[in-house]
């Protein structure tokens, strides 16, 4: 079945430094990202949506100069939290639309990665 | 807007069916899933239900919809300790690749 590979599965970095996170579709090719965050014991709420080869969509309330978002390829697209603070520790998570057949239809989620900002 | 909303815990004894409920609010939303998180882990799609079904049955679980009272849930059979995990409700619509959007999530706690 379709696999989203996510890395890393947690950082720890410094206030003021950057992090990457890579989303990667390993047996199809994702046009479309979804990222989230989740807070500790709440739900997941989406950030942006990537689009291949154009700028991502980022929902109300979120900063695009602070989640930077790549989508340069089918097969990858990024997230990196720049000039990060301790608010910005939480759990993100991709997702990309799964593939057809309708017996498999629904978003395949990457394992998440644990952002802890020190 | 959107809004998905889960009772956050459910307690049951090893063997037991589970029922873990979701209200939705939007009545344009064409698919709901249910996903499984297990602590640190990302979301495993568990089964999904398109808005003009009733109910679906697959293997332990089982869907019911009653689309009139906006309203999902989800029975787990013969409840297992490997079941323990939160467990979200979430609605997207039709047209495209559309984003999906999450309940609150319910925690399900199995008792040996």
């Known amino acids: 079945g379709a696999v989203v590979s996510q890395h890393p599965s947690w950082v720890i970095c410094k206030s003021g430094t950057s992090v990457k996170i890579e989303c990667r579709s390993l047996?199809?090719?994702?046009?479309?990202m979804f990222w989230y965050r989740q807070f500790p014991k709440q739900s997941l709420m989406l950030m942006a949506t990537s689009n291949e080869g154009s700028k991502a969509t980022y929902e109300q309330g979120v900063e695009k100069d602070k989640f930077l978002i790549n989508h340069a390829s089918l097969t990858l697209s990024t997230l990196t939290v720049t000039s990060a603070h301790p608010e910005d520790s939480s759990f993100y998570i991709c997702?990309?639309?799964?593939?057809?057949?309708?017996?498999?239809?629904?978003?395949?989620f990457g394992s998440g990665t644990r952002l802890t900002v020190v | 807007g959107e809004d998905v909303e889960q009772s956050l815990f459910l307690s049951v004894r090893e063997g037991d069916s589970s029922v873990i409920n979701c209200t939705y609010t939007?009545?344009?939303?064409?698919?709901l899933y249910w996903y499984k998180q297990e602590p640190g882990a990302g979301l495993q799609l568990l089964t999904y239900?398109?808005?003009?079904?009733d109910m679906k049955q697959d293997q332990r679980l089982t869907v019911l919809l009653n689309k009139k009272d906006k309203h999902l849930s989800l029975r787990i059979a013969d409840t297992q300790t490997g079941d323990s995990a939160i467990y979200f409700c979430a609605e997207s619509k039709s047209g495209g690749y559309q984003k999906v959007t999450f309940g609150t999530g319910t925690k399900l706690q199995v008792i040996p």
């Open positions: 239900i398109f808005s003009n079904m």
């Open positions: 047996d199809f090719q994702a046009t479309t």
């Open positions: 939007d009545s344009s939303s064409t698919y």
């Open positions: 997702s990309a639309p799964g593939h057809r057949p309708l017996e498999n239809y629904g978003y395949t």
